[in-house]
């Protein structure tokens, strides 16, 4: 009897047939589970692109500070941000707030320098594209910005004369090499300022205004050489930056390892649905605007008017944008010329912050208000009413899938911050 079993030979053109098959699964599994087909319409890519680091372009002069690029300026600026000895009692520097390990922001729910400060510490970081400063805009430059915690009584409390001494006994010449010559400040207070503390002002009002022009040009030029180190703390590229790239060049496979399929959607809710886009726009992820989100205020501590109160002290700031101490010598400053009057639209208004982080660090808001972020897309989720002014928030009827997918691709946005290691610790004095 003939063995059946052996003697079996399958036909050429089915083993060809079988093998085309199995080609053939493999190549669907492989394109289903690593290529996913395009999903992003051309629009969309333009708006994702226009979000992505990729398209972040140089940072402008500054023309109201001459030295905001100045690599003297910067090694300069780097040493004042972590001398604690610009402090009433020599404790507190820039960095005791903006801490570099954690986003050159902080974890406690108000600033504490000397005592606690009103609002939370917003970052640095990207901080020379900004044109508004703090949480109500209260500054229109970056070293004007810088000035302002030197000596506000809460958080370095110093005063102009000290600081004008210390730079004299520690920085002479680096100052000098930059600025010009120190003004004499020997006949001068050892304290002396337009501060909180009483004995400080009357020593100062007891100054020619010859004496104080030439150590408030001092404190000037202090703020401008911290702006110029600020303008070098720059946000990384993160996994949003490579997917939208791999996205551009249509490279799919590329992005479906890059993103999850809930980062995907949670991304496309971003610029979509959420329309978290509509203020969260840039490479910075921030419009440099004001928004009354209805962020909830204690009642009995705070009446915070936000914006309101900001534009104020824009126009009062005895160093803003056309002040004698701009460098522009034009004065050109469209941002004060344009901005919006106090009006009802900006109360209870903050600045958008950039989402452009190392890592989220809580509490999250202006005050602090929230502790996950979970919380707060819940907030813009059911968009409360304001206590303070009229919220311009409107419901946006997410389920909690989508909430989920949106908390998904924002852990996507954290990268390390981008500047020489060098310019993230402190240096010898």
């Not at 910067?74 to 941000?81: K, R």
Request: contains cysteine; neutral net charge.
């Amino acid at each position: 009897m003939r063995n059946l079993s052996l003697s079996f030979k399958p036909r050429p053109t089915r083993i060809i047939l079988i093998a085309a098959c199995l080609l053939l699964g493999a190549a669907l599994i492989y394109f289903v589970r690593f290529v996913p087909p395009p999903s992003w319409t051309a629009d969309e890519i333009k708006t994702l692109r226009s979000l992505s680091l990729s398209n972040l372009p140089p940072l402008a002069p500054d023309k109201s500070n001459l030295v905001a690029d100045d690599p003297r300026a910067v090694a300069l600026g780097h040493q004042l941000f972590f001398d604690k000895r610009f402090s009433a009692d020599g404790t507190v520097s820039c960095a005791s707030c903006h801490i570099p390990e954690l986003n050159f922001q902080d974890p406690r729910a108000r600033g504490r320098g000397l005592l606690d400060t009103r609002r939370r510490t917003q970052s640095v970081v990207g901080s020379g594209y900004l044109e508004w400063f703090f949480w109500d805009g209260r500054k229109d430059s970056l070293w004007s910005q810088a000035l302002a915690p030197l000596e506000h009584a809460n958080e370095q409390g110093g005063d102009r004369t000290q600081y004008a001494r210390l730079i004299a006994e520690n920085y002479r010449d680096a100052y000098e090499a930059l600025f010009g010559a120190l003004p004499d400040l020997q006949r001068l207070p050892a304290h002396a300022g337009p501060a909180a503390d009483e004995t400080a002002r009357a020593a100062w009002d007891r100054m020619t205004a010859q004496e104080q022009d030439g150590v408030s040009r001092v404190y000037a030029n202090m703020g401008k050489a911290l702006a110029a180190y600020q303008r070098k703390l720059l946000p990384g590229a993160s996994r949003f930056d490579k997917y939208v790239d791999a996205v551009a060049a249509n490279d799919f496979k590329l992005a479906g390892e890059i993103f999850s399929a809930d980062e995907r959607e949670g991304l496309r809710l971003f610029i979509g649905k959420a329309g978290c886009v509509r203020c969260h726009n840039t490479p910075l992820l921030t419009d440099d605007e004001f928004h009354n989100t209805g962020v909830p205020q204690d009642a009995e501590k705070e009446h915070d008017l936000g914006r309101a109160e900001g534009v104020v002290e824009n126009f009062a700031d005895e160093f803003k944008c056309w002040s004698e101490y701009s460098d522009d010598a034009e004065r050109d400053c469209p941002q004060l010329r344009y901005m919006r009057a106090r009006a009802g639209s900006l109360v209870g208004a903050f600045k958008t912050p950039s989402l452009r982080k190392t890592q989220f660090i809580a509490p999250f808001m202006h005050n602090a208000r929230y502790t996950t972020l979970p919380e707060i897309l819940d907030h813009y989720n059911r968009a409360p009413a304001a206590m303070v002014g009229v919220s311009e928030l409107k419901p946006l009827g997410l389920t909690p899938v989508e909430l989920k997918q949106l908390e998904a691709f924002l852990g996507t946005l954290t990268a390390p911050v981008n500047a020489p290691p060098s310019l993230l610790s402190a240096v010898a004095p």
